[in-house]
């Protein structure tokens, strides 16, 4: 074929192109089999644009450079309404080229074969014909592809919706991909959270104000800034000791044994790192060797040594005294006074006791006289004169039945006081009834007081002070103070009519003794100390003592039977918890005088104390299993007569309170 053949078929293909509005574009291989197609312009347009090369010299014949505005970033438009459009490197005006009109364009389209590619460069104005490599430069820019061709071995396209384990880019990641919020989300919440701050359910937190930096005085006494931790002085050494002196006292030198064993201990484990010597002046004192030994360790102390600076903490009484409970929340406790109990003659009163039911009040007299009152009409319906001589020292009911052991002199009497119906003080008498008697320390006698209510005399060698029952009221004790250490305790079984001397080496006046009301043993209280004695295995289970060196005066047994209250000659008041420990659990400073009595109640957390001159002290302890006791001073009861014995109703919160005089005063809730 003819070269003139060969364009008037490129002519034929490019009229036809144009009248159907195509333009000869790249084709892309989208199988992705990774072939040298891509990048490649299709066979049509190969035939007519691969082999074209522009001739150089139809658009300019002169050999000179191309055409440059100088006229930088400006804007074309200021030049709109100009005949040039800028100006060259010779700063000649760039003339603005001629103006076609639509005719002469529709006759270049259809006469110049290159029209479709020519394009007009605005800034020189001058035309442009692209090369096959422009063109498919272009298209594949246009198409996401790659635009050299020499990239054949690469994909074939720039972007792709699908993920890919490496990035095409290192363009990193925008702010806006993070979110999970759309614009559109972000501002419906924006809405709503504006509507709940209108009707109060959001509220914004108010700016907190920095302080700002405030000027001071730095040379002021006190600026008011935090200072730096304060410089703690050093410990004082010890003053020295007599041993130290050049001229000591003779018992604080050595011998030479002394100095060898002295010498044979480590050096930290010695009493004195020195060793006494003895000087006749100051003169001939010479120097101490260990001086520089001494401070090195002096001063070795103070830098190993921590140091630290402590303040003394300000504690008030409220602070440290637990809160007790206000006496009204505790009733009822007895405290308003309600009647006395009166008597002709003019005896004092030694004793006093309540029956196990509270309706009979047995009282003892100086005179030797029993009278058994009626604790509701204070009438005394019975008077049993059992001495001339001696006085009647202590009284106890048994707490089953109604017998009364009386203490008179060196006797003790049992007494059924038949006030009432005889049939309750049946089955008492024949208990009281005399048989044989085995052997017996002591001789159970009917007495020779011609009186049909005491039924059995107990004679002792020794003056008898006290006498208690066992809770079973089989058993009772009397006491001898004056019996020494084997004769002071006498241990009597009323159901065999016997008498024992369990004890043979009794230290101290004996002043009390009781039954443990919870366990079998026995209290033995002397005037130095307070012991519990096993009767089951007959040993000193344990003992306890004051702290102070003061004696023991009397002693209350609480119902619990582990806690119990003595009385001091100091006047204290002391409480024992025999289940905690040995030691006195709380003293009470109630009295300012000898307290002759204290009572605690059967049954209500209730005890007494009472005093020489008259004063008698409520109060309320709590006591349980899981705490230790609480007690609380309730009322003060001042009387203007000495207190001489103190009893609490079994089973009502009344005290009766035994006057010297011989009157028996009632207070109740």
């Known amino acids: 074929m003819s070269v003139k053949e060969k364009k008037i078929l490129e002519k034929r293909k490019m009229h036809v192109a144009k009248s159907k509005g195509e333009m000869p574009v790249v084709k892309n291989d989208d199988s992705g089999n990774g072939n040298d197609s891509a990048g490649e312009v299709s066979s049509d347009f190969d035939d007519f644009v691969t082999d074209f090369k522009p001739d150089e010299y139809l658009e300019d014949s002169s050999d000179e450079e191309d055409i440059v505005n100088t006229i930088g970033n400006v804007p074309l438009e200021w030049y709109r309404d100009f005949d040039h459009l800028g100006y060259d490197v010779d700063a000649q005006k760039i003339l603005r080229p001629e103006r076609f009109n639509e005719i002469d364009n529709f006759l270049a389209k259809h006469d110049d074969p290159n029209y479709w590619r020519t394009v007009t460069d605005p800034r020189t104005g001058r035309k442009h014909v692209l090369t096959s490599e422009e063109i498919g430069l272009i298209n594949s820019i246009m198409t996401n592809m790659y635009p050299t061709k020499g990239s054949r071995n690469l994909p074939p396209k720039i972007i792709s919706h699908e993920v890919r384990e490496t990035p095409i880019n290192n363009v990193p990641p925008s702010k806006e991909m993070f979110n999970p919020l759309s614009k559109y989300e972000e501002k419906q919440i924006r ?86 010597q003895k000087y006749p002046s100051l003169r001939l004192v010479p120097v101490y060797p260990n001086l520089l030994q001494e401070r090195f360790e002096r001063c070795l102390d103070l830098y190993m040594c921590p140091r630290q600076k402590k303040l003394k903490v300000k504690v008030t009484s409220d602070q440290v005294l637990p809160k007790l409970p206000k006496p009204a929340d505790l009733r009822p406790f007895p405290y308003r006074f309600l009647y006395s109990f009166t008597k002709a003659d003019d005896s004092s009163l030694t004793a006093l006791e309540i029956n196990r039911n509270g309706s009979l009040v047995a009282a003892g007299f100086s005179d030797g006289s029993l009278r058994i009152y009626d604790s509701v009409l204070t009438k005394c319906i019975l008077k049993l004169q059992l001495s001339e001589e001696h006085e009647v020292t202590s009284i106890s009911w048994t707490p089953m039945y109604e017998i009364l052991c009386v203490c008179v002199g060196t006797s003790a009497y049992l007494v059924i006081p038949m006030v009432g119906d005889d049939a309750k003080y049946n089955e008492a008498t024949e208990m009281l009834k005399l048989d044989t008697q085995p052997d017996s320390a002591l001789e159970w006698k009917t007495p020779k007081v011609e009186n049909e209510f005491v039924k059995i005399k107990l004679k002792h060698k020794f003056p008898v002070s006290k006498c208690k029952w066992h809770k079973g ?189 011989g009157k028996i005063n009632l207070y109740i809730h």
């Open 473 to 661: 009221s089989d058993y009772f004790i009397t006491i001898c103070p004056d019996g020494g250490k084997t004769e002071s305790v006498y241990f009597h079984r009323l159901s065999k009519q016997t008498t024992q001397l369990p004890f043979s080496n009794l230290k101290g006046e004996i002043r009390d003794a009781e039954f443990h009301l919870s366990e079998p043993s026995l209290w033995i209280v002397s005037n130095l100390d307070v012991k519990l004695y096993d009767l089951v295995n007959q040993a000193l289970k344990k003992k306890l003592k004051l702290e102070t060196s003061e004696t023991i005066i009397c002693f209350s047994q609480h119902f619990s039977g582990d806690n119990f209250l003595v009385a001091g000659s100091n006047y204290s008041l002391n409480w024992f918890d025999s289940a905690l420990s040995t030691k006195t659990y709380q003293s009470m400073g109630y009295h300012s005088s000898t307290i002759t009595s204290i009572a605690y109640h059967s049954s209500l957390p209730l005890f007494a104390s009472a005093g020489k001159n008259g004063l008698v002290v409520v109060s309320h302890a709590t006591v349980t299993d899981d705490t230790n006791a609480v007690i609380v001073p309730l009322k003060q009861i001042k009387i203007s007569e000495a207190v001489v014995s103190l009893n609490f109703h079994p089973k009502q919160p009344w005290l009766f309170v035994g006057l010297s005089s």
């Open 191 to 276: 809405k709503i959270r504006a509507r709940l701050a209108k009707f109060g359910y959001i509220r914004k937190e108010k700016p907190k104000n920095e302080d700002e930096f405030k000027f001071y005085d730095i040379w002021a006494q006190n600026p008011g800034i935090k200072k730096h931790p304060a410089s703690i002085p050093a410990p004082k050494m010890a003053l020295p000791t007599h041993a130290e002196s050049y001229n000591p006292p003779n018992e604080f030198l050595l011998t030479e044994d002394e100095k060898q064993a002295m010498l044979d201990q480590d050096y930290e484990e010695r009493e004195m790192n020195f060793i006494p």
